[in-house]
């Protein structure tokens, strides 16, 4: 029995296991979907999970308005929002775009950001970089105007937001046949996902492998940004793990034309997948790992071993923006 941090209760859990039948049989591997798509509708993906623990502390905490950041089709951004709405609080999103002097179009999650009624500061990437210190600035100016901020770092991706994918893998250990072994593939953006998968196997003494696939930067930076995640959560929960980074698997090489840049080729898979088995992946994170298991898998179908669940986490809303990019591969 895992004892959690507070948490309320924000997506519909527990998310469904399916097989992914027609992929099975063309890979030679049994292919799962857990489907962390199915976590809402506007509330949905893997950032639920994590803002299931991080909103209880803010709400503990007296906050009335969640502050976070992200790139300018965030889908954690989205999903902080929403919930904010949801729980009668703003939501204050700095956001990174090309020129914040002309904002992107109000489509996609920017849409249901605005919706919603987030305030909205648009940020270029080289104040990005710098977000911390943005952070720092952005909570005295909310704090001077009798606000009560809550922060949240990029993704969710905290020591706290992690207990959600330990949850998760609380999930799987019913939903898969006990003893037997299975490799969880997941997308790496801000690294919260794989930091709770690893945390949670650990926790629970599963005989899962756990495999991030990057969707940006690159292997080393993975293994950093969730080895500290790993090791924080450790610490700050006295968890009664061994880890050491070493441990942490991450397939890079798929990151392509760079971070919610999209190739002909991952758009094409991500229409093969959704006409062959009715699932609908996103082009920034899911669509990207899964062409990379899915390569990988056409090169050593043995790699992952055989059975691998493939962690659906969401974002279909970024399919939105790529819509002329997708036309010509429509048919
Ligand atoms: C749909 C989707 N999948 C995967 C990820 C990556 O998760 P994490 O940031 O926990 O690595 C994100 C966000 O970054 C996301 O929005």
């Given at each position: 029995m895992l004892h959690y941090p507070k948490r309320i209760e924000l997506a519909a859990l527990p998310t469904p296991i399916r097989p992914a039948q027609r992929l099975s049989d063309l890979l030679g591997v049994e292919l799962l979907w857990?489907?962390?798509?199915?976590?809402?509708?506007?509330?949905?993906?893997?950032k639920v999970r994590k803002l299931e623990f991080l909103v209880a502390e803010a709400l503990d905490a007296g906050a009335d308005t969640l502050v976070t950041c992200g790139g300018e089709q965030s889908n954690h951004c989205r999903a902080t929002a929403i919930v904010a709405a949801e729980q009668g609080l703003r939501s204050f999103l700095l956001l990174r775009t090309e020129n914040p002097r002309q904002p992107?179009?109000?489509?996609?999650n920017i849409l249901l950001d605005r919706l919603v009624g987030a305030e909205i500061r648009w940020i270029s990437h080289e104040e990005y970089r710098r977000r911390a210190e943005l952070f720092v600035e952005v909570e005295s100016a909310l704090r001077a105007a009798g606000r009560r901020p809550y922060l949240i770092p990029e993704g969710g991706s905290t020591a706290l937001g992690a207990w959600g994918y330990i949850r998760c893998v609380e999930e799987l250990a019913v939903q898969l046949p006990q003893g037997e072994p299975a490799t969880l593939v997941y997308a790496a953006g801000s690294g919260g996902t794989g930091a709770g998968l690893i945390l949670g196997v650990k926790l629970l003494g599963l005989n899962f492998r756990v495999v991030g696939v990057n969707v940006c930067d690159d292997r080393d930076y993975f293994v950093r940004a969730i080895g500290s995640l790993v090791e924080e959560a450790i610490r700050r929960f006295a968890l009664p793990v061994a880890f050491v980074r070493s441990e942490i698997e991450i397939v890079d090489g798929y990151v392509g034309a760079g971070y919610a840049k999209s190739q002909p080729a991952e758009l094409a898979r991500l229409r093969d997948v959704a006409r062959l088995e009715g699932i609908v992946l996103d082009p920034v994170y899911t669509g990207k790992a899964f062409y990379g298991l899915f390569t990988e898998l056409q090169r050593d179908r043995h790699r992952f071993g055989s059975r691998i669940v493939f962690?659906?986490?969401?974002?279909?809303?970024?399919l939105f923006p790529k819509s002329a990019e997708l036309a010509p591969l429509l048919g």
């Open positions: 857990k489907r962390d798509d199915l976590t809402g509708a506007t509330l949905s993906g893997n992107p179009a109000s489509e996609a962690i659906h986490t969401g974002g279909v809303f970024g």
